[in-house]
């Protein structure tokens, strides 16, 4: 802490000083360089005092006040340069000292004699006011420190709030902005520092603090950000001064970006979202080829099966595989909703536009996909009248919300429609308008049911064993082949979903380490039996029960990847599950249609 800082200052109480008492004025600073300087003395300023500052350097060294009545002949003049021949006729001093610190000295010199009568006229007075003076400079050194210390912080919190990978912004009572870092300029753009208190931002204000109220950790909240609506997580947290909340700050995290940072931490970047579909059947393997390669783009997908063959597992898989997955994933079932309601939810409507409308009307499914993905489950079974404004809605990409006066909400979400009945079908019977049936019909894929691709059906149901067993903590491994006979050769008319709950009844059920016949819902049993009975003397019903050779070296071939797969191991660990060679197994693979 030097005097040198503040040395403006310093000197306009120099002349301060010397203008009441009309003597001249010196002060230094600890290095006896000379801080400020009146009349005479003004010259040397900012120069040092070496060979002429005996004087301060023994009020300072002793830390007392210094009075010289005449200078050149007092012996404490003696080791100065001008003793004997000085050309000062009076000189009072005094230290200048901040928290117990010496920091400068303060003194007063006379030239003549009437300076000298008015410096020694009445000294005490005089010492009184010199060491006023004195204080008045410590003080203005402390409040410069202060400031400095002041600014020291706000520069170290801008670095660190700059540095941050989170925006944050500290807003006053009036919603104003008082500070916010890089990243929230870049996130929200705020433009220049000095334009913060200018912006309007009650609306993100508002929908922040809503959300706040309503959600638990982690919070989301959606703002508008230039003409695009953006999707953060944030914080809300008061800055509390003497119980009185005096400003808030707001974290926000931009949400795609931390999808994106925790795909690359958690090494999925690469995973295949299609994983998730079971299956190596030449059908299902289609299939999900299509729905990889279309995944991407922005096509309406219609995807056609029966009831649980997996559309909506492939639906979310195509949009879980596409740029949008950070956005929201929509369903709705067009056949779950009473057809009154279902065009409010899609659309959306206006305040008042019927009796008992929410205040400030309500976001339809349109909007809230926002740009993500809407999956309308059970298309087919759409009202015709809905079906019209669906139409619209696909050709004009923009939605009107219902009782909304001409307002057009424009339409970025992509669409993937789905259903079990035959669309051509219903369109011939006039109950599904072939305009609409042709815009959907982009990329068609047909999900395959279950009996049409057996081959899959033990691998689904080991997977769904793994997972059951898992959940329920019982320790059951495998089918017997009893089982696994009735399961190949079940009908499955509810498919995956119905294969899915034979597992989880068996498990429930089983008390041996694998699935007996006997632990099968009894509707799969009598269904075989039944068949059985039906089926002709010949060769089919001898084989009643058991699998062919190749059946069954397909299936444990099969069981043996899953395993693999499911503990993340390499192909060669089934080769030694199965007892052969990796090249066997590699051939086999291929034979089998297994090599996915
Ligand atoms: N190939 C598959 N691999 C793994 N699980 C599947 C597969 N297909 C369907 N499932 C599972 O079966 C169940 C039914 O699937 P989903 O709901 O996707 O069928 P859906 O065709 O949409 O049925 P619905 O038409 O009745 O709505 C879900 O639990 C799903 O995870």
Redesign the pocket.
């Known amino acids: 802490m030097s005097l040198r800082e503040i040395q403006e200052s310093v000197q306009q109480i120099a002349w301060a000083v010397a203008s009441v008492l009309r003597v001249e004025v010196e002060i230094a600073d600890t290095d006896l360089m000379r801080i400020a300087g009146t009349g005479r003395t003004q010259a040397g300023v900012l120069h040092t005092m070496a060979g002429q500052d005996h004087v301060y350097r023994s009020s300072l060294f002793a830390g007392q006040p210094v009075v010289i009545t005449r200078p050149g002949e007092d012996e404490r003049c003696r080791p100065c340069a001008h003793f004997g021949n000085c050309a000062e006729t009076g000189e009072i001093c005094c230290p200048i000292m901040l928290d117990g610190q010496k920091v400068g000295v303060i003194g007063l010199l006379a030239f003549d004699q009437e300076q000298r009568e008015r410096l020694f006229s009445d000294v005490s007075s005089i010492l009184n006011f010199l060491q006023k003076m004195a204080e008045l400079i410590s003080i203005k050194l402390k409040e410069h420190l202060m400031y400095v210390e002041q600014q020291l912080a706000l520069e170290k919190l801008r670095v660190v709030m700059d540095d941050l990978d989170k925006a944050m912004l500290t807003v006053d009572q009036g919603d104003r902005i008082v500070q916010a870092n890089q990243r929230a300029r870049q996130f929200l753009q705020l433009g220049a520092q000095d334009c913060f208190a200018a912006l309007d931002i009650t609306a993100w204000l508002a929908a922040i603090r809503e959300a706040d109220q309503m959600q638990a950790n982690p919070k989301k909240v959606v703002l508008e950000i230039g003409h695009e609506a953006k999707e953060f997580l944030f914080s809300l947290k008061p800055i509390v001064l003497d119980g009185k909340i005096r400003e808030w700050v707001i974290t926000l995290d931009d949400v795609e970006e931390v999808v994106e940072i925790a795909r690359q931490v958690g090494g999925y970047e690469r995973e295949d979202a299609f994983a998730?579909?079971?299956?190596s059947s030449p059908s299902?393997q289609r299939a999900k080829d299509v729905a990889r390669r279309v995944a991407e783009s922005d096509s309406t997908v219609l995807l056609q099966?029966?009831?649980?063959?997996?559309?909506?597992?492939?639906a979310k898989a195509i949009h879980q595989a596409s740029q949008r997955n950070a956005q929201p994933f929509i369903s709705i079932?067009c056949t779950a909703i009473p057809e009154q309601l279902l065009e409010s939810e899609l659309f959306g409507y206006e305040e008042g536009s019927f009796t008992g409308a929410r205040k400030g009307g309500k976001q339809g499914l349109f909007e809230l996909a926002g740009s993500g993905t809407l999956f309308l489950?059970?298309i087919g079974d759409m009202p015709l009248h809905l079906q019209g404004k669906l139409l619209r809605v696909l050709q004009e990409k923009e939605v009107q919300r219902v009782g909304g006066a001409g307002k057009a909400i424009p339409v970025h979400a992509r669409i993937i429609a789905?259903t079990?009945l035959d669309l051509p079908e219903r369109v011939t019977q006039g109950l599904f308008r072939m305009d609409l049936f042709y815009r959907l019909h982009v990329i068609p894929i047909h999900?395959p049911s279950l009996r049409d691709r057996r081959e899959d059906i033990l691998t689904?149901a080991n997977?769904c064993l793994i997972e059951c067993a898992t959940r329920l903590g019982k320790p059951i491994v495998g089918f017997s082949q009893e089982t696994k006979a009735l399961l190949f050769h079940h009908d499955w008319p509810g498919?995956?979903?119905e294969l899915?709950n034979v597992i989880e009844y068996a498990v429930n059920m089983e008390t041996a380490a694998s699935i007996q016949a006997t632990s099968l819902p009894g509707a799969i049993v009598k269904a075989r039996k039944r068949d059985a009975l039906s089926a002709s003397s010949g060769h089919e019903g001898q084989r009643e029960g058991l699998l062919s050779l190749k059946e069954m070296e397909r299936l444990a071939i099969a069981e043996a990847l899953l395993r693999v797969q499911i503990r993340k191991g390499r192909k060669e660990e089934a080769a030694e599950l199965l007892g052969i060679s990796r090249a066997s197994l590699f051939r086999k693979m291929k034979e089998y249609g297994l090599s996915k």
């Open positions: 998730v579909i079971v299956g299902i099966g029966e009831s649980g063959t997996g559309k909506e597992l492939f079932n489950d059970e789905a079990h999900l689904l997977r498919n995956v979903r899915a």
